[in-house]
């Protein structure tokens, strides 16, 4: 079947094995890969480039996409739109909205649409992205995952000393308190945007099944784990850190027996194709812990708020009847 799959953050940690997964092992699918810097001059799009360069007959293309700017979401979901109507590019198979964004050692950071970048990044982006391609999957469906992590539940991450939380006025997720304890509430704010992510998926779930035009779609949440090798231990972190990721790496075939959550890129972003794909647990929806479905916390199962925070992210996204195919927004 000739498909695209659509991937964000594309020259991450994640991803690039993944993508390579795919071009291994999928070739028949195109790769529309998104990054923040297309430019040859970040070193993570080179290597992006390098791993392309293996596999001659690839079907990819690498666009700019900035998600810290909702005007450049709407452009590239107009353009990709326009190129999957006019056959340009085949129809979507997936999704998967692997960028990130997170800041442990400065206080919150607004975008150019004056909201904390943590949040748009991870949460309010990614659902304007995917709520302006709905018409563009295949007519069999396909699969949206949204990454979530351990860090959208209270008491799980080791980083954690301010738990995550959807507060009654929502709007403290987009304009966010300073804090003294920079780390502790730069990884707040990074776990609040998973509990969104997660939430916003349940409320999603619903009403896709409900649309007999997109009930063929399916979103998954889904935690890869705690990625010993992320470069994100290296991004806006503090030096401690970098240093337990080296004393992390070497010792990963003993430290996950006690904790088998700890993986490599590598072997999430295999698993986050197979989910994409549909060839793990077929036409399910929900949480996903690696390859496993499971429950997500117990806030993130409220109805009531995953409601709230579905309308919110719609008005913060610039989401509308006019421009999404979703009937119920």
Sequence with gaps: MTASILITGANGTLAIPAIEYILGHYPDYTAVLTVRNDSDADANTQRLRQ???RYPAA???????????????????????????????PPLKAILCNAYYWDLVGDPELTQDGFDKTFQINHVSHSALVLRLLDRFAPDGGRVVLFSSEAHQPGRAMLETMPPAIPSDLDLLVHPASFDDKQGAGFQRYGNSKLAITAWTHAFNRRLEKDQDLSKITAVAYNPGGLVDSRAFHTNTHWTLKLMQYTISPLLPLLRYQNPQLRTGAESGVDAIELALDNVHPSERGYFELLEKDESSDESRDEAKQERLWTKTAEWAGINKDNTALRDL
């Design 51 to 53: 791993v392309i360069a």
């Design 59 to 89: 079907r990819t293309s690498i666009h700019k996409l900035d998600l810290a700017s909702l005007s450049s979401v709407h452009e590239f979901a107009n353009s990709l739109s326009e190129e999957i109507r006019a056959k340009r590019t």
